[in-house]
């Protein structure tokens, strides 16, 4: 008690890093002895669940040399445990909302979407079809089939359209869609080193025809296509003649002076045409009003983090977690029908003819 006891973390932090480091050590010599002294008592207390958990964290914070001295690992792996009393609970985080982190789960939220805008004063009309509780380490691209997963499993029938954010929105993302006969309404956010130089969606990418035109007008000579056993992903890969690209007077904008490129290179993926016309037609004006309908949404999580608490896991665990969550949200959708009603029941009747 007198190592590990409630005051010994602050000490530590006042003590500095080398009085740290030298307690990480010796804990993790300590947890080592006690696994070793588990180990002879037999199976049926290896199999505990607290020497289970001891045993992990062991493996995940400690490297052993040949020598048998201790060290801490250089990075913890994904999905770590970060505090063993919630082990489930796992490290994120997104700079928009969190930008030093949060350590929990995450929330998907999926809400009906009113096709004309409210009255002043009106209550929304607005139903949450679908909560979804994940790690914390998920991302935001392939949780939308879950979402629309956890919905239909409630019985809500399938939407004609969705709306979502740049997050969930890739070339696969709107291939299912296709296949799977809703539309996917949502931005697409620029490619990569758009800011300093030409990116993807300057060129005119032709994937069935193997070929690209750069902005300057030049077409590419040669296109590989290749695949990713371990992600199942294919991508093209383009490239220029050095000659066009040597004397081309788009060359500063266009070729990478840190790896002091001859000539220009591209690699796409086999969803770039759609991604590319996604953006093209979210620069309309049109498309930009249409998507004006996902911004409920943005209330709602406002709505359920300030009212109903949902930035805190009241329980341990992530299935307790997300039981909570649903409590949340139907609580949230009966005290939204009872304000409709009360403001339902307020409008005068039309006068009989």
């Known amino acids: 008690f007198s190592r590990y006891g409630p005051p010994c973390p602050e000490a530590l932090r006042r003590a500095g890093r080398p009085a740290l480091s030298r307690a990480m050590t010796r804990a993790g010599e300590d947890m080592r002895e006690v696994l070793a002294r588990v180990d002879q008592m037999g199976d049926t207390a290896g199999q505990a669940r607290p020497i289970q958990l001891l045993r992990r964290v062991f493996a995940e914070q400690f490297i052993g040399p040949d020598d048998g001295r201790l060290g801490p ?15 489930e609970a796992q490290w994120s985080t997104k700079h928009t909302l969190a930008p030093k982190g949060w350590t929990g789960f995450k929330l998907q939220v999926c809400e009906t979407a009113a096709e004309t805008a409210r009255a002043p004063r009106e209550p929304t009309a607005a139903v949450i079809t679908a909560v979804l509780t994940q790690p ?10 879950p979402v629309l997963a956890e919905q239909a499993a409630a019985g809500t029938p399938a939407p004609a ?8 929105i890739s070339g696969p993302a709107l291939q299912r869609a296709e296949e799977q006969a809703y539309e996917l309404c949502g931005p ?8 300093t130089r030409f990116a993807s969606d300057a060129f ?3 994937l069935p025809g193997r070929r690209a035109v750069c902005p300057a007008g030049k077409t590419s000579v040669a296109c590989s296509r290749i695949t990713e056993r371990g992600h199942a992903q294919a991508y093209y890969y383009f490239a220029w003649a050095s000659a066009d690209c040597g004397g081309c007077p788009l060359a500063a904008q266009c070729l990478s002076r840190k790896k002091r490129q001859r000539f220009r290179t591209l690699q796409v993926g086999e969803g770039h ?7 093209q037609l979210g620069q309309t004006p049109e498309y930009r009003r249409r998507m004006r309908r996902r911004n409920g949404i943005e209330g709602t999580i406002s709505e359920l983090a300030r009212g109903y608490g949902i930035r805190r896991a009241r329980y341990r665990g992530l299935a307790k977690t997300a039981l909570q969550m649903c409590l949340a949200a139907a609580a949230c959708n009966l005290r939204r029908w009872a304000t409709r009603l009360r403001w339902l029941a307020r409008i005068p009747s039309p006068a009989a003819a």
């Open 204 to 206: 005119a990418v032709d």
């Open 161 to 168: 359209t969705v709306y979502a954010d740049a997050g969930y």
């Open 73 to 87: 690992a250089p990075a913890a792996p994904p999905g770590a445990v970060i505090n063993p009393h919630e082990p």
């Open 188 to 195: 697409v956010g620029a490619p990569p080193h758009s800011a």
């Open 136 to 145: 914390a380490i998920t991302s935001d691209h392939g949780s939308l089939e």
């Open 273 to 279: 045409m759609r991604i590319q016309a996604r953006r």
